[in-house]
């Protein structure tokens, strides 16, 4: 699976943005999705994950209320939205699968405050 993250971009704090993550290749071995975050200096971390049919979806304690992933089968993409954008959101966002696949080039956020 080839994935390709977009949506990136300098936002001011409180704002929002939505990521989109475009999966191509074999979609059909795909089980779950999600999105994990660097920020810098830091190691990678999942902050939403959401199952193939749409039906369950997790998230890490810090984002819980913020962010929101969700997913178009049809179109083979997945998005996240984060409203009331933070400083510390900033990071670089990649998507990826379960099972893993090759990890995109990601997306920039960068919040100003």
């Known amino acids: 699976v080839q994935l390709v993250e977009s949506g990136g971009g300098l936002v001011q704090a409180g704002g929002s943005l939505r990521l989109s993550c475009a999966a191509s290749?074999?979609?059909?071995?795909?089980?779950?999705m999600g999105w994990w975050r660097q920020s810098p200096g830091k190691q990678r971390i999942l902050v939403a994950a959401?199952?193939?049919?749409?039906?369950?979806?997790t998230y890490a304690d810090s984002v819980k209320s913020r962010f929101t992933i969700s997913g178009d089968n049809a179109k083979n993409t997945m998005y996240l939205q984060i409203n009331n954008l933070k400083p510390e959101d900033t990071a670089v966002y990649y998507c990826n699968t379960v099972p893993f696949s090759t990890w995109g080039q990601g997306t920039k956020v960068t919040i100003s405050s």
């Open positions: 290749g074999s979609t059909f071995s795909i089980n779950a």
């Open positions: 959401i199952n193939s049919g749409g039906s369950t979806t």
